[in-house]
């Protein structure tokens, strides 16, 4: 398990606030966000409700995903977050780079506590700010795609990150 103290948190928090705010790829575009989710992993459950709690939404992956993303591309969202299984993911990247999407972070969470990070450099913070949440990370994930870092709830992180991939497609052009 990761411990992470209040400061490192919201020290985090602060880096990721700049990201979102800084006038880089994803603040940029004039759509706002995507969040899409695989509602049969617990990180995907988590990440929705926290996103809801928010006052988001985060879409459930359900059906013929090729139809359902292609319909939810037509609105051009300036990204894309997702908390999904690797097959889903790999489908995800591959019809999104075709509607001019990059995928500029991907987080391999394991069940043993691992994390793996594999970010573009405009993507690093994100590694960071998995890192320093430990299994508190599709919270901290739901509050970094939504702008809401300043909404952000400080609680200690129990238990082991559960199985899963987390990912951010941004739009490039």
Request: charged share 20%; proline share 5%.
């Amino acid at each position: 398990m990761t411990i992470v103290t209040r400061r490192d948190f919201l020290a985090s928090a602060a880096v990721a606030s700049a990201l979102a705010g800084s006038g880089g790829a994803m603040a940029a575009r004039t759509g706002g966000p995507l969040l899409l989710h695989d509602s049969g992993l617990g990180a995907g459950h988590r990440f929705a409700v926290r996103a809801a709690a928010l006052g988001g939404a985060s879409l459930a992956l359900e059906g013929d995903r090729v139809r359902q993303l292609r319909g939810l591309l037509a609105s051009e969202p300036a990204s894309l977050f997702g908390v999904t299984r690797r097959s889903d993911e790999l489908l995800i990247g591959e019809i999104a780079a075709e509607a001019g999407y990059r995928r500029i972070a991907l987080v391999l969470h394991r069940p043993v506590g691992v994390m793996v990070p594999i970010c573009a450099p405009d993507g690093a913070t994100i590694g960071t700010l998995a890192r320093l949440a430990g299994a508190r990370w599709p919270e901290a994930f739901a509050e970094l795609a939504l702008g809401g870092v300043e909404k952000c709830a400080v609680v200690p992180a129990t238990g082991m990150a559960e199985p899963a991939l987390s990912w951010v497609l941004i739009r490039s052009r």
